[in-house]
């Protein structure tokens, strides 16, 4: 058995919680790879709404394994708000809930660190979700990281004190006010939830479900335009978001990686700072805001929004793998009499169609003009259904691609969704 792969090929929020709980029912295992509660993962069914934010998104259906992996970091105080929300939906989460030993736990301190960094940024902030990401992996990689396997060992609550004493340090560099005791308390009972999990080495867990022959999909969160290598720097989360991040995350070498499902939205949208070549600051923008609901799922801030980038989503592909496309929310185009495809940047010296090192470089997107189509998607349940408008869209997308799109998404619900069958 081989590990599938699911991820964003954008700046995030591609709809990946929603084609994740539909695909669960496939699958013996999902699990989370990288990131933490910056993540915000969205699930609708039975008239519910559900966002997630460190949890994988298989946890509503009965018989799946959800595993957190050692690439995700924790946070015990939002951990804990999650899985009591999902309790109260009556769901059980016994049995079915693993965490990584080795995943790393963000502080109350963390966060603080975070905020701090963030205030003394001015106007070149990242736009940070503020939940101690960045931090925590700069403690993992800084080699003083705190992680779950040590709340089993007897000296934790002196590792815990002697870390947020070292955090202390540095937050006085930042002059920045904060009383690191208001959450403090309940992190310990967020602790005292993770305990009643099963804490395990997931690296042995994973490959032991491959000996198994039980069926893997690993759910990334973020997305490759976030990602700390090739995203666009310093705007990017603090992990690596591609597909090679499933192998660190988990513990599964690159051979063991079967599909790699890259999800991205029929249009971009950005949620925080940095650069957005295809982004429409004009009523256009807004339009696609309120239609798609463009609102962050874990902060609420309004998402920036924009015309598709292929140079983007071909880069994705690249550094992904991805095997299939999954295009979501092609609803919200519904209603356009032309839609744009970004396909190239101009640049001061010519046109390239390459992510540069620099965005500064990129004068001004290039476009296609594609006719758009009125049909309202989110009632069709039939690939015959599709409109031909979005049929030459979606051709287009695999034409520059070579990729088929094999899942569209047409609304936020769980039905609202179609294989297409092209390979
Ligand atoms: P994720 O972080 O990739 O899981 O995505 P988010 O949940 O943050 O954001 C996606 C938003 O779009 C959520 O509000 C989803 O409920 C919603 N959504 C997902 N797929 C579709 C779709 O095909 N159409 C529409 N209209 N909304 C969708
Ligand atoms: P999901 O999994 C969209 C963005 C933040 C900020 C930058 C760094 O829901 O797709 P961080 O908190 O990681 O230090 O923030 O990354 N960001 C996301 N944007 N979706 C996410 O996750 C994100 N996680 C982080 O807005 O610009
Ligand atoms: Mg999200």
Redesign the pocket.
Known sequence: MKVDVLL?LQW?????????DVLTPKYDVIARFQGGPN??????FNQI?H?LHSIP?GIFHQKQINLVGNGVVIDPVIFREEVDSIRKLGVSLEGKLMISRKAHLILPSHRVLDAASEASKGITKIGSTLKGIGPTYMDKTGRNGLRVGDIQEPDFQEKYRALKRKHGDLIKLYDYEYNPEEIEELWFEGIEEIRKYQIVDSEYEINGFLKQGKSILAEG???TMLDIDFGSYPYVTSSNTVSAAACTGLGIAPNKIGEVYG?F?AYCTRVGSGPFPSELKDDTGIYLRE????Y???TGRPRRCGWLDLVALKYAIMLNGVTCLFM?????LSGFETLKICTAYKKNKGISDQVPYDFKEINEPVYTEMKGWNQDL?RIREVSEMPAELNEYIRMIEKETGVPVTV?????NRE??LFTDRT
């Open positions: 964003g995030g929020d591609e709809g990946k919680g929603k084609i994740v993540a915000g993962h969205s699930l609708e709404k966002i998104s969160a973020q997305g999800v939205k239609k798609g609901s463009e962050g799922a874990t979501t929310k092609a609803d919200v989110m569209v998404s047409t609304g936020p609202q969704i």
